[in-house]
């Protein structure tokens, strides 16, 4: 499937095959899809999923085109309240369900169904999605797809509308509005910040610096201030780095670099393919660090075909990963504040040298791809099982892929050496990004969501 004409085909599948489904659903049992059944506990499980992988499609197809690219941790932190507010659209159709305002940090109570009337999940996750997806994407982005955004919704509401004046359809449209309402009003009070106004970095043997070629100041160095979902990590920061500075050749420190520099001069087609697989940036060419870890996810609901309700669970479990690990993550960065292999090696082993992908613009120390993948398939690793083996599809055939990998972990492992590959992580950078990412998804997946 080309990916420029992927909204366009998703529109036309809901259109013809949601509604055929519908249709056939509608003839066996009517009520127990938009009839008080419908609004009884367990009617997610008995609702496709496919109503949320559309709206992560279309998430990925906004990213994928967006210019200038997102800022891949505005999207971690994206993710989670999404996939917050897509669970709790559907939480009430969920068997014994309880809602993550009970466990997680600071999160309000959310709004209510009304006692003993049905419900639509389907419906109710559509109307949620729209806003959110239209609240937590850059303006810009957003008006650039507001086509897209619209059209998504319309057809949801055509394939699953049982009659213009249904009062199920309008009481589900306007839960879901509720609830998207509440999850934003609760995303302005987290204290999050982007940007970099007035950032200025500390200078000291071994301080990170700007790097070629744009030479940009760091990006999101006040984001490890902001309110993480697990009161775990309101403090937490990975354990100082396993080396210190040094420019002797002696030292760990230099050997360090050196081995990187050598690495880096007999990188084989496959390591050069590994490298290139997981950098995941450029317009038109990668989903983001995280957004890759999304579509992972977003093939294997579609391929397994899961139910609403699982599919929301996953959604919102995978999104607390990533936000909680890219508030850690960058927190230590900017604790730390250690220089990348780029600038080390070019002042102290060769002033030619590059690294095979570009260097991104905030310190080294964690390595941040790994700390999130990790953290995002640790927590894939408690919905799908430990040794589920699956096909990667999202580069397609570009960089030796598609990719196939005997676990979750696997996957992370292998995110984590191709950024040594690349020349712009250190090995022990690596080894704790994946060492925490790996605790903070199985904090995530200690978090019972069904009694």
């Not at 009617?43 to 559309?54: E, Q």
């Not at 403090?235 to 030292?251: G, H, M, T």
């Not at 990963?321 to 960058?330: E, Q, R, S, T």
Request: aromatic residues 12%; hydrophobic residues 40%.
């Amino acid at each position: 499937m080309k990916k420029k004409n992927r909204w366009h085909q998703v529109i036309i599948i809901i259109l013809l095959v949601t509604f055929s489904a519908f249709m056939g659903g509608c003839e066996k049992n009517h009520d127990d899809v938009y009839g008080e059944g419908g609004g009884k506990p367990g009617g997610a499980s008995r609702s496709s999923g496919a109503v949320a992988t559309a709206w992560y499609d279309l998430q990925l197809e906004m990213i994928l085109k967006a210019n200038p690219p997102v800022n891949p941790i505005l999207l971690s932190r994206a993710w989670g309240y999404v996939g917050i507010g897509l669970y709790e659209s559907v939480r009430p159709g969920i068997n014994n369900s309880i809602s993550l305002s009970q466990r997680l940090y600071q999160m309000p109570p959310m709004p209510q169904k009304e006692n003993n009337n049905g419900y639509s999940w389907e419906v109710t996750a559509n109307a949620a999605m729209a806003k959110l997806v239209a609240a937590f994407y850059p303006e810009t982005v957003v008006t650039s797809n507001k086509q897209h955004i619209d059209s998504l919704e319309a057809a949801y509401n055509e394939s699953l509308r049982p009659g213009v004046a249904s009062a199920v359809f309008v009481r589900s449209q306007a839960f879901g509005h509720a609830i998207a309402d509440a999850v934003i009003a609760w995303s302005k009070t987290d204290n999050s910040n982007l940007g970099n106004t007035g950032y200025v970095p500390p200078v000291f043997p071994g301080a990170w610096e700007p790097t070629p070629p744009a030479f940009a100041n760091g990006i999101s160095p006040y984001f490890g201030n902001t309110r993480p979902f697990l009161v775990q990590n309101l403090q937490r920061v990975v354990p100082p780095f396993v080396y210190a500075y040094s420019e002797d050749p002696a030292s760990d420190f230099y050997k360090m670099e050196k081995a990187m520099h050598d690495l880096s001069q007999s990188l084989t087609q496959e390591q050069k393919n590994i490298a290139l697989y997981w950098n995941d940036v450029g317009v038109g060419v990668g989903y983001t660090p995280p957004g890759h870890s999304v579509a992972i996810l977003t093939q294997i609901l579609k391929q397994k075909k899961s139910d609403l309700a699982k599919t929301a669970i996953a959604y919102a479990k995978t999104g607390i990963a990533l936000n909680d690990a890219a508030i850690v993550g960058f927190r230590s960065k900017y604790k730390y504040n250690m220089l990348r292999p780029v600038t080390y090696i070019k002042k102290v082993i060769n002033a030619d040298w590059a690294p095979l992908i570009g260097t991104p613009p905030h310190p080294e120390y964690p390595a941040a791809h790994a700390f999130l993948t990790q953290s995002f398939m640790q927590t894939m690793t408690g919905l799908f099982g430990e040794n589920f083996s699956f096909t990667d599809n999202t580069h397609g055939s570009k960089y030796g892929g598609p990719r196939t990998f005997a676990s979750f972990n696997a996957a992370a492992e292998e995110c984590g050496i191709s950024r040594n590959y690349g020349g712009i992580h250190y090995l022990p950078s690596i080894d704790a990004g994946l060492h925490l990412g790996k605790q903070i998804g199985q904090e995530v997946n200690a978090l019972q969501l069904v009694r």
